[in-house]
Each structure stands twice: as structure tokens, then as C-alpha cells.
């Protein structure tokens, strides 16, 4: 039997059953993580591509950083989240490294967001905000009101979760050993940070620690002295993810997660230096403002972050020094901006501003090439870097996309002549070939994931087969770049050459995976993942030939 085994035992004329405790408190935990997440991503979802606006739009400096971190972080509920999106801004080029720095110390402060919203007494209403958030779910057709009802039912469950770790842990004011250890880190500070970082580094969670934090001082568990110490540890844990993620990752994605980790200890070390005053400065607040333990706890966690933003934001540029010189190395910058895009060329001068939209086209090009050149490093390496670098190259084309397409709209209002009018149509549709180049390597990436993750084998021929698929598309997106950059009709007319040689390939190769399938050699599932990858590289060799066509149809009207 479990309850045997985990066992019970008769304390202070209480039967305490740990096996009771066990589950309602890890079972609560489990409520609230997921309540937490599935709120993040319902948030993120309502407000995601807008966040990545903020952040780019608003962090032109430091300051405005720490103010963009902060409300991108509150909305997101996850600093980790915030970090990650900073990075890819960092790679492609829209903020610097000091910048970045800003926008995690704000996402530090953004964070503490959850402890107030646990502060606010509502336990007791998690269940019927869990059934609203289900009913909007699965009730209404509308992605918007869907996505606020998964925001609404992550709220609930992350106050569900609470109330159960809360009933789960009562009994335990009456264990000798817990109550000898709130008494120990009470006396010994140092152990209430070790306490903090080893159960963030557990759960993966700052605000899951903070929430078990409020919820043991509601129930009269923890004192104020042995809470704030364990707050400063969380802070020092939730670096710890981070710092992990980053290993094998980019230049940019380890100076910001040395970044976080340094703010956060420095951070740490100093409010213990400041305990004392600190503790008093906690106290006094939630006196004079009359406030709950949740709540107290949740001023304690934000007076802590701001103060330490506040303390350590002078010092941005030498923290700056300290991370490049930890982390040195260039790190691949994916320039997500137009280069050549200058509105002033639209009035005054047509023929040059189509020009300059060429040019933007070309990078394009090259950036499809990159992208496909990644994507087939990821098949042939399995090495996450390739599939990132892909995937920020990916984005880079959505964004160009839209920009030159804004700015060709725009050209189109003025006077041009046949001949403009002719070049105009061909780059338009150019941008829409190379873009669509990059949602093809996406979908390789996506399968590459799924093979991977599937454990799906594919034959040594099938490898082959794709590596020489991959060789000749990528040689046909490099010419039909070049073919568009030069106006070069040889070029063009060797791209569409090449798309035949990829049809024929393409039929070539489903027909010797027919066979492979046939003697039992290759699995079903693989062989579904190879021709998938022959489709998606054969429409790529489409794309590439549209481009060319447009090339000698150009030549054609001149």
C-alpha cells in the first residue's frame, strides 16, 4: 500500500499522513505550473508579435529597455521567455548588447508580476475561473476569445494550484524537523539562499517558488526572516535555466544568460549584505499598508528587484565589459533591417529607388541561400546552432518581405515609365518568390525536428539522395539571385535547366524510395519524412525558376 509506505504518524494529537502531503502539495504544484504556462501562452498568443514590436521599438537606450523588459516580461509571465526574444533582437542587428542588458534587468522586475497577482485573495474563485477560461475555450470558434479563455483558465488553475499546495501543506506546522529548519535559515541566511536556488533549479520556476513561498507564509509556515533569504536564492535559481540554455548556443544568447546570471547574484549578495534594513524596510510596508503574507511577499519580491535595477543600472557599461570579456568571440548577426530602402528616392527619383528595392531583393536572395545552407548543415550535423541560425534567417525574409513590399506599393503611386512599370512587376513578384524560398526551409527544419525527435531513421541512400537534392538546389537559388542581380540571361536560362534536372530528381528518388519501402528497408514514418523533404526542396527549385523567368521575361520588354 502507498500510504504504508510513505507513512503517517500521530503528532501533537494529530494524525499527520505524509502521503496526503505529498500529493496535494506537489499535486497543487503541478496545477499551478501548469496554470502559469498555459496563462503565458494564451497571453502570448493575444500578445506576442506586439511584445517583439515593443522591445524593438522601445530600447533605444538602457533606460527605455528596463521599461520595455518590464512590461514585455509582465505580459509574457516569463523572464526566460523575454531573454530569448532579446537575443534574437541582439542577432539581428535591432539592439546592442547594452541594450540588451536593460531589457533584462527590466524582465526581472516584469516577473514579479505573478507574486501580486497571487497576492490577491481570490483562492477561493480558482474553480469558477477555470470553468469561465473552459467555456470560452471550447464554446467559441474566435481564436481571440479562445486565446482569453486560455489566459483566463491558465489564471484559475494557477490559483487552484495554490489553494492545493496551501490545504497540503497545513499539517505541517506541526513537524518538528520543518519548524527546526524555518528556525535554522531564520539564523542562517546563507541557507535560506541555497534553500531558494536549489528548489528554482527544481520546479524551473521563479514563480513557482515565490507562489510555494506566499502560499507557506499564508498558512503561517515561513516568518519574514526566513522568507526574504529564499527570495533572494530564487533570483540566483531562475538564472540557472538560462545559463543552461546557452551552453552550445550563440555568442549572444550566452552573454545575455552571463548577463542574467551576474545581475542576479550581484543582486543577491548585496540585499544579504542589506538584510537587516531590508527586512525592517518589508515589515514597515506591510504594517503601514495592512498587508496579507501573499502580499507581503510580493512587495518584498518587486521592492527587491527594483531597488537592485535601480543600484546596479549605472553600471550597465561595465557589467557590458565584464560579459564580452567572459564571452569573447564574434557572433553571427542576422541584419533584420533594410539597407536600402530610402523613401526619399520614391518622389524623388523612381528609377533609383526601384534600384535600391533590387538590391534589398538581392539580399534576400543571399539570405534564402544562407537559410537553405543552414537547414541542409542541421539535416547533415543535427546541431541545434544551424536550425536557430535558419530559423532567425527565416524571419529576417518575413520582415524584408514586408518591407519591400510596403515600399514597391508605395513606388507604384508615382509615374513610371513602361519599361519601370515592367522591372517593377518582376521585383515584386521576385520578393514573393524568395520569401516563399524561406517558408520551404522552414518546413525542412519542422521535419528535420520531427525526425529527430521521433527517432526516425533514414537509410544511407536516402541521406545521400537528399544531400545531392540539397547540393543542386542550393546552386539553383545562388544562380537565380545572380541571374536577377546582373540581368544575365545565361544565368537564367542554366537556373531553369537546373529546376528540370530537380523535377527529374524528384521522381527519380520517390521512385527508389517506392522500392526501399517495397523490399523493407525503409520505415513508412521515414519514408513520409524523405518525400516530404523532396517536395519542399523541389518547390524551392520553383521559386528559384520564377525568379529567372522574370530575369528573361525583363529582357524580353527592354
Known amino acids: 500500500m502507498i500510504t504504508s509506505c510513505l507513512g503517517s504518524e500521530r503528532v501533537r494529537g494529530l494524525d499527520i499522513s505524509y502521503q496526503e502531503i505529498i500529493f496535494q502539495f506537489f499535486g497543487g504544484l503541478g496545477i499551478f505550473l501548469f496554470g502559469l504556462k498555459y496563462m503565458a501562452d494564451g497571453l502570448q498568443r493575444t500578445a506576442g508579435d506586439r511584445l517583439r514590436d515593443i522591445l524593438d521599438k522601445f530600447t533605444k537606450n538602457p533606460f527605455m529597455g528596463v521599461i520595455a523588459g518590464a512590461v514585455a516580461t509582465g505580459f509574457l509571465q516569463s523572464s526566460s521567455t523575454t531573454t530569448v526574444l532579446t537575443v534574437g533582437l541582439v542577432n539581428a542587428g535591432f539592439m546592442t548588447f547594452r541594450q540588451a542588458i536593460g531589457v533584462i534587468m527590466g524582465a526581472n522586475i516584469g516577473t514579479t508580476l505573478t507574486a501580486f497577482i497571487i497576492g490577491i485573495d481570490i483562492k477561493a474563485y480558482g474553480l469558477p475561473i477555470l470553468a469561465i477560461g473552459a467555456f470560452m475555450i471550447f464554446f467559441f470558434k474566435n481564436h ?8 483566463i483558465f491558465g489564471f484559475g488553475a494557477l490559483f487552484f494550484g495554490l489553494e492545493t499546495m496551501g490545504k497540503g501543506v497545513e499539517p505541517l506546522e506541526n513537524v518538528q524537523t520543518f519548524t527546526d529548519l524555518t528556525v535554522s535559515m531564520s539564523n542562517n541566511p546563507i541557507l535560506g539562499v541555497v534553500v531558494g536556488v536549489l528548489f528554482t533549479v527544481l520546479v524551473q520556476s521563479s514563480s513557482a517558488t515565490i507562489g510555494i513561498l506566499q502560499s507557506l507564509m499564508g498558512e503561517g509556515l515561513v516568518s519574514i526572516d526566513a522568507a526574504l533569504p529564499v527570495l533572494f536564492g530564487d533570483n540566483i535559481g531562475t538564472t540557472v535555466t538560462a545559463a543552461l540554455a546557452a551552453i552550445g548556443a550563440s555568442v549572444g544568447a550566452k552573454r545575455a544568460a552571463f548577463a542574467h546570471v551576474i545581475f542576479n547574484v550581484l543582486g543577491a549578495v548585496i540585499f544579504l549584505m542589506l538584510l537587516v534594513p531590508f527586512e525592517a524596510y518589508v515589515r514597515w510596508i506591510s504594517s503601514y499598508l495592512d498587508l496579507g503574507p501573499e502580499m507581503t511577499i510580493a512587495f518584498a519580491h518587486g521592492s527587491f528587484n527594483i531597488a537592485n535595477t535601480i543600484v546596479q543600472f549605472p553600471f550597465i557599461a561595465i557589467l557590458a565589459w565584464i560579459v564580452m570579456k567572459l564571452v569573447p568571440g564574434e557572433d553571427t548577426v542576422i541584419e533584420y533591417k533594410p539597407q536600402h530602402l ?9 528609377s533609383l529607388a526601384l534600384d535600391q528595392a533590387k538590391a534589398e531583393i538581392i539580399r534576400m536572395g543571399d539570405y ?15 546541431l ?3 536550425s536557430e541560425l535558419a530559423t532567425q534567417v527565416e524571419e529576417a525574409l518575413n520582415n524584408l518581405d514586408r518591407k519591400i513590399t510596403d515600399y514597391l506599393v508605395d513606388l507604384s503611386q508615382t509615374s513610371l515609365s513602361d519599361d519601370d512599370s515592367h522591372k517593377h512587376g518582376a521585383l515584386l513578384d521576385s520578393v514573393r518568390d524568395f520569401e516563399r524560398i524561406g ?8 521535419l528535420i525536428d520531427y525526425k529527430n525527435t521521433h527517432k526516425v531513421n533514414l537509410t544511407e541512400q536516402a541521406h545521400d539522395d537528399l544531400n545531392e537534392m540539397f547540393s543542386l538546389t542550393l546552386e539553383t537559388v545562388n544562380q537565380a539571385t545572380r541571374s536577377l542581380e546582373f540581368m544575365d540571361e545565361d544565368e537564367a536560362r542554366e537556373v531553369v535547366r537546373k529546376e528540370n534536372e530537380l523535377d527529374r ?14 523490399e523493407g528497408i525503409c520505415s513508412g514514418q521515414a519514408g513520409i519524412v524523405f518525400v516530404d523533404m523532396l517536395s519542399n526542396l523541389e518547390r524551392i527549385g520553383d521559386h528559384a525558376v520564377n525568379v529567372a523567368e522574370e530575369v528573361l521575361g525583363e529582357k524580353e520588354n527592354l
Open 144 to 151: 481571440k476569445v479562445s486565446n482569453w479563455g486560455q489566459t
Open 342 to 350: 530610402d523613401p526619399i528616392f520614391i518622389e524623388q527619383s523612381p
Open 505 to 518: 530528381m524528384e521522381r527519380t528518388y520517390r521512385k527508389k524510395h517506392i522500392i526501399r519501402l517495397n
Open 368 to 382: 534564402a541561400y544562407k537559410g537553405l545552407s543552414e537547414t541542409n548543415l542541421y539535416l547533415t550535423s543535427n
Open 384 to 386: 541545434r546552432k544551424h
Open 439 to 446: 517558408d520551404h526551409f522552414e518546413n525542412l527544419i519542422e
